[in-house]
């Protein structure tokens, strides 16, 4: 089960990264953070009321205010790391968190088999490879790479700290709920500062583009929400460190999506990391 969890929470990642990426072509991307949020938030609101989730407030949802932080600021400056350039170097450094909560898995215990190593470093390089690294070409700036970095490490906490905010499936609901309040209040205070400072929160055709997106956005959101829950799943079930590498395949779902969808070209460094990180999963799971 925890393989299959694991799975599917890579799967909803990857869908979901790829729907805001095409999103953030037309509306920017602060604002389908937010909204995205907001949809997901009423949806969360309505199932913890209709499972009376609220009862199970404690304090390990301090873990999931701690994951609703993080998460909004590793994004941000993932995107503006994306935004320095170069994509080719930003977005597989970015793959870097599953070492957050890999370590944790390690110091929780966790003792993988001889092929489960095998297969762990070999989808961790696949992950790496899928984001199509630029190996020549400028120089990258600094400050995009310690960007980078810190996404990543944001990235990965918050996957170690939703993992640590509910034991039972109606507290994951509430957990939930809370980390996607904590970021729609992260958010938009970012979005409120951009705006202050001159940036858009509309796209150019003005709001009829947010409300026509709006199943869209919906989308991203409740596939952003469904991945943490399945995650939680995935590492309550079986060991952190097999849990967090096989969700970590994300970015090789978003890839093969933007191959299958928008017919952009795998470069032969991607098809590589997408072949071995195939090869790691069966190996995780033999194991």
Known sequence: MTAAFALATALLWGFA???????TRRIPALTVVVVSQCLAVVVLGTVVVATTAWTEAGPELWFAVAAGVVGPAAMLAFYKALALGPMGVVSPLGSLGVVVPVTVGLLLGDRPGLFQVGGIA????????????????????????????????????????IAEASTTLTGLFLALFVQRVTNVAVGGGALYLSVRRGGRALPAEGFGVIRGALPALAFVGLADVAANGTYALAAQRGPVLVAAVLASLYPVVTALAAFGVLRER?????????????????????G
């Not at 990264?17 to 999103?23: E, I, K, P, R």
């Not at 990391?273 to 999963?281: F, K, P, S």
């Open 17 to 23: 990264d790829f729907g805001g990426g095409l999103l």
């Open 266 to 286: 795998l470069r032969a460094v991607q098809a590589a990391g997408a072949g071995l990180a195939l090869v790691g999963t069966v190996l995780i799971a033999g």
């Open 122 to 161: 070999a989808a961790v390089v696949g992950i790496v490879l899928a984001g199509g690294p630029e190996l020549r070409g400028a120089p990258v700036q600094r400050q995009a790479v310690l960007l980078t970095l810190f996404a990543a490490f944001g990235f990965g906490a918050v996957m170690a700290l």
